[in-house]
Every structure is written in C-alpha cells, then in structure tokens.
C-alpha cells in the first residue's frame, strides 16, 4: 500500500440496495492516501435499509441453526487470524492513521480480541448464558415440566463507540448468537474496522451479510436516528454517559435498551505482590494495563492501590510505575491529544504539584505519561491518556469507604493479591458495585463471556415463550391415536 491511493465505501449495506449521494474523506500518510467514502443518508434510506435488513433476517439468519451461525463467525474470524488477510493488512496501515493510536500496539490488540471470537470461546460464551444453548433454535424441555425457546430481537440498533477499536465486532457478534437483524452507528472517530468484518462476513456468507448495515450519521441526527430506532425491537448504546442518556431519551419505553456509559476502573496491589522477585512483574503488567489504547477502555485503570508493609514500599512502586511506562512508551507512543485534552493533564499535574504531599512523576518534555503518588487513600478519577494514580494504603480493606460514592460508574478491579485474600476482596468489592475483578495485566483483555457492566450480553436481549405443561397434556387429547 506504500505510495498508493485507495478508496474504500466505509459503510456496508445489503447489496440489492443502491444509494446515490456519497462524500469523502481522505487520510494520508507514508503509506499513501486512503479516500473513505461516506453515504448521505435520508430518512428514506433508513427506512428501505432496516426494511431489508428484517426481510432477510426472517428469510435467512432466523433459519439457521446457532451453531451453524457460529461456524460463520469462526470462518471469518479466521480470515482475520491470517496476517495476510487484505482486510486486517489494511486495518493495521489506517486504523494507526485514524485513531493516533501506535500502529504496533493496534497489531498486537487486535490480534488478541479476535481470538475470543473463534468457535470454542463462543460456545463457552453461550453455555454461560445459556443451560442449554439450542433454546435458540427450538423448543427446549424445562427442569419443572414445559418447554421454552429463546427469540433474540429482530433488529437490534447499536450505537458504536470509537475510542476502542474493534469493540463494535463485539456487538455484531453478539446480535448474530441471537439471530438477529442489525444496524451500526458507527463513530467518526473510528468508523472503518466494524465495516471490514461486516466484508469479511459477506466472504463467508452474502445471505448471513445482508442481515447487517454499518452506517456514519453525526450523533444526534433526529432524521435518522428516529426511523433506526422506530424500526428496531433492541437498542445498545455505547459512549459518554451524556450520549447515552441522549439515546435512551429517543427510545420508547417498550423497547429494548442497553446502555454502557462511563466507567472507572483501578487496581489492588497486596503487600504480598511487593517482594522483590514479583514487583516488577507487577508493575510491568500495570503499565500495561494503563497504556493500552491510551487508557482510552472502560476497563483501563485510573487509580492503584498500593499496601504498606512489603519489601517494596507505595512510594517506591510509584517511582517504579512510572519508568515502565516511560518503558513502554518508548516502544509504543501515545497517540496524539486534543488540546483540550493536554491541557486537562498539565492542568492536573500542576493541582498535584502544589499539593506537598503528592509526588509527580511525568515524561519532563511533554503529557506523554504521569504517574501521581499520594500518601493517603482516596478515589479521584484521572484525564486518561496515560494519566494514573498511586495511592498508598495501610491495608487494601482501607479503601471501600472510598468507593461508595462512585457506586455507579465502578467496573474492573485488577488484583494482585494471594489466595487467601481473593475471594473475601472480591466479596467485598462486589457489594462496593465492582462487576469484574481479573488479575493485574489482564484488565484490558476481558473474555468474551464476560458480564459486562455486571449484566447478562445476550439474555438482557432476548424474549422467551412458554409452553406450559397444561397445553402438553390438553394437546394429547386431540391426538387421533390416543385413547
């Protein structure tokens, strides 16, 4: 692609549709120049596009078996395993273009997402939600006499987020598991990658392709979101908590709505993790942890802390905190900011310098990485980007005061603590209103069958109907063989 110009439709439609009026956008880099084309959508358009996208799921999609949907995804998600597959080749030249993030940081995460997508994740995935995942396909026997089958929606509408790439092929997969007709919005700050899997789909199968649209439109265009939103059965909505509450307010009360909005997350170090031999372990994969896609995830950590009482002290794990990630970045820079973003973490380096308790630690010639340790616990959210707080404690059970006025927006605790000390933390930070604890390196790698915001991914989406064990047994009187 080096020196080349390439134009790619950065949308993905049923293809017996035909739309008319198109704009561009045109990246460039040492790769060359990439022209991505753009519909201008109508209310009309909407309207005929998830019009079709119902047809077909009814005809095709709602037919097949769920694990015949499954070898689906598995074929494509194998495409996209292959490093010279011409669609993942192209999402790693422009997907670095596009969001700032490192080009070989994209490599490496995309890679890792994808394979909790291959066949025996997904099947684990719905044995999770599911005791007996055929209730998708038929009427499946209850425990307590009856029988019961599951319907996902007919269209699901999701409202994409940008600031994590590939976190959209998520939510196409998820409605596929259920059977069901989909339309993304995507977002401008990453529209391309949910397209190129909705192209992959379309290789493995067109008929399973034209129950998707992918599709840009600025938030909060009334035109098109209120017929998407008419039209679909399910809504899922991704993005600031404010955006997100602008969605729910166009959705009927009847209608389905998922929503995940802003979220904090932090890490637990015991001094049992603060020997010498295992420091370092942690504090690599912490640096990790707040680095990927610039602290950008929900999942990402904003605050650490940091027990009293090992080998190595709070302080001297914040000092070491901060050469790793000046490590890291290094070998994969942060992405470029906002102004108003650089502003908001010299703003915040500068609150914390005044402070003669606090201790700044940051790259001396720009925002590229801080780390601010405080002596005392407490809860304060940080600008992101790489931005993180180390907050020293007397002992970990010292922290869940802090927490309960965060109830709401708490998600990923990352552990590194000993096993006699798992299972009664994690209690407890599941009654603070933590809905995942996993361990310190993995905070971003969260599994597919996860409980995301602690709720169900795929029983939160669908119906059930009952057949009651009375209609079993009237029904056999009309049985001409019965007697």
Same mark, same amino acid.
């Given at each position: 692609?080096?020196?080349?110009?390439?134009?790619?439709?950065?949308?993905?439609?049923?293809?017996?549709?035909?739309?008319?009026?198109?704009?561009?956008?045109?990246?460039?880099?040492?790769?060359?120049?990439?022209?991505?084309?753009?519909?201008?959508?109508?209310?009309?358009?909407?309207?005929?596009?998830?019009?079709?996208?119902?047809?077909?799921?009814?005809?095709?999609?709602?037919?097949?078996?769920?694990?015949?949907?499954?070898?689906?995804?598995?074929?494509?998600?194998?495409?996209?395993?292959?490093?010279?597959?011409?669609?993942?080749?192209?999402? !790693?030249?422009? @997907? $670095? %273009?596009?969001?700032?993030?490192?080009? &070989?940081?994209?490599?490496? =995460? +995309?890679?890792?997402? *994808?394979?909790?997508?291959?066949?025996?994740?997904?099947?684990?995935?719905?044995?999770?939600?599911?005791?007996?995942?055929?209730?998708?396909?038929?009427?499946?026997?209850?425990?307590?006499?009856?029988?019961?089958?599951?319907?996902?929606?007919?269209?699901?509408?999701?409202?994409?987020?940008?600031?994590?790439?590939?976190?959209?092929?998520?939510?196409?997969?998820?409605?596929?598991?259920?059977?069901?007709?989909?339309?993304?919005?995507?977002?401008?700050? !990453?529209?391309? @990658? $949910? %397209?190129?899997?909705?192209?992959?789909? &379309?290789?493995?199968?067109? =008929? +399973?392709?034209?129950? *998707?649209?992918?599709?840009?439109?600025?938030?909060?265009?009334?035109?098109?979101?209120?017929?998407?939103?008419?039209?679909?059965?399910?809504?899922?909505?991704?993005?600031?908590?404010?955006?997100?509450?602008?969605?729910?307010?166009?959705?009927?009360?009847?209608?389905?709505?998922?929503?995940?909005?802003?979220?904090?997350?932090?890490?637990?170090?015991?001094?049992?993790?603060?020997?010498?031999?295992?420091?370092?372990?942690?504090?690599?994969?912490?640096? !990790?942890?707040?680095?990927?896609?610039?602290?950008?995830?929900?999942?990402?950590?904003?605050?650490?802390?940091?027990?009293?009482?090992?080998?190595?002290?709070?302080?001297?794990?914040?000092?070491?905190?901060?050469?790793?990630?000046?490590?890291?970045?290094?070998?994969?820079?942060?992405?470029?900011?906002?102004?108003?973003?650089?502003?908001?973490?010299?703003?915040?380096?500068?609150?914390?310098?005044?402070?003669?308790?606090?201790?700044?630690?940051?790259?001396?010639?720009?925002?590229?990485?801080?780390?601010?340790?405080?002596?005392?616990?407490?809860?304060?959210?940080?600008?992101?980007?790489?931005?993180?707080?180390?907050?020293?404690?007397?002992?970990?059970?010292?922290?869940?005061?802090?927490?309960?006025?965060?109830?709401?927006?708490?998600?990923?605790?990352?552990?590194?603590?000993?096993?006699?000390?798992?299972?009664?933390?994690?209690?407890?930070?599941?009654?603070?209103?933590?809905?995942?604890?996993?361990?310190?390196?993995?905070?971003?790698?969260?599994?597919?069958?996860?409980?995301?915001?602690?709720?169900?991914?795929?029983?939160?989406?669908?119906?059930?109907?009952?057949?009651?064990?009375?209609?079993?047994?009237?029904?056999?009187?009309?049985?001409?063989?019965?007697?």
């Amino acid at each position: 692609m080096r020196n080349e110009q390439q134009e790619i439709e950065a949308y993905f439609i049923p293809d017996t549709i035909q739309l008319t009026s198109f704009t561009t956008r045109e990246l460039e880099s040492k790769q060359g120049k990439l022209i991505l084309k753009y519909p201008v959508l109508s209310g009309e358009d909407i309207q005929c596009i998830t019009e079709t996208i119902k047809a077909n799921q009814k005809n095709y999609l709602d037919k097949l078996q769920t694990t015949e949907v499954i070898d689906l995804v598995d074929a494509a998600v194998q495409k996209w395993l292959d490093p010279d597959y011409h669609w993942r080749q192209l999402a !790693e030249t422009w @997907l $670095p %273009v596009i969001t700032g993030y490192d080009a &070989e940081m994209i490599r490496l =995460e +995309l890679k890792r997402f *994808l394979r909790t997508f291959r066949k025996k994740e997904l099947l684990r995935f719905l044995v999770e939600e599911f005791d007996d995942p055929a209730v998708l396909d038929d009427f499946r026997p209850r425990k307590k006499g009856g029988l019961s089958k599951a319907y996902g929606p007919d269209l699901i509408l999701h409202f994409f987020s940008g600031n994590v790439p590939g976190l959209p092929v998520w939510n196409l997969v998820m409605g596929l598991l259920v059977k069901s007709g989909q339309l993304g919005k995507t977002s401008s700050s !990453e529209p391309l @990658l $949910p %397209v190129l899997f909705a192209k992959s789909l &379309e290789e493995v199968d067109p =008929e +399973l392709a034209k129950t *998707l649209a992918v599709l840009p439109w600025k938030g909060g265009e009334d035109q098109l979101e209120h017929p998407a939103i008419q039209a679909a059965e399910a809504v899922v909505a991704y993005g600031s908590s404010e955006s997100v509450e602008n969605i729910r307010k166009g959705v009927p009360a009847h209608k389905r709505f998922l929503s995940y909005g802003h979220k904090i997350s932090f890490a637990m170090v015991g001094k049992e993790a603060l020997t010498l031999d295992l420091c370092r372990e942690s504090v690599h994969s912490l640096a !990790e942890d707040v680095s990927v896609y610039d602290q950008q995830g929900c999942v990402s950590p904003q605050i650490i802390y940091v027990e009293q009482g090992g080998s190595v002290s709070p302080r001297e794990f914040a000092q070491l905190l901060a050469n790793e990630m000046d490590h890291y970045n290094r070998k994969k820079p942060r992405g470029p900011l906002l102004e108003s973003e650089a502003l908001a973490i010299q703003s915040f380096r500068s609150q914390h310098e005044f402070q003669i308790e606090s201790s700044v630690y940051g790259h001396p010639d720009d925002t590229s990485w801080t780390v601010v340790y405080h002596p005392e616990p407490d809860f304060e959210p940080s600008p992101l980007n790489r931005t993180v707080h180390v907050f020293s404690c007397t002992h970990l059970e010292q922290v869940y005061p802090k927490l309960s006025s965060y109830r709401q927006y708490l998600q990923t605790a990352g552990v590194a603590v000993g096993p006699d000390r798992l299972f009664k933390l994690s209690e407890d930070l599941g009654k603070a209103g933590v809905s995942r604890v996993c361990a310190v390196g993995k905070m971003a790698q969260a599994p597919s069958g996860w409980h995301h915001d602690g709720q169900f991914n795929l029983l939160n989406l669908i119906r059930w109907t009952d057949i009651e064990t009375s209609a079993e047994q009237h029904a056999e009187q009309y049985d001409e063989d019965s007697e």
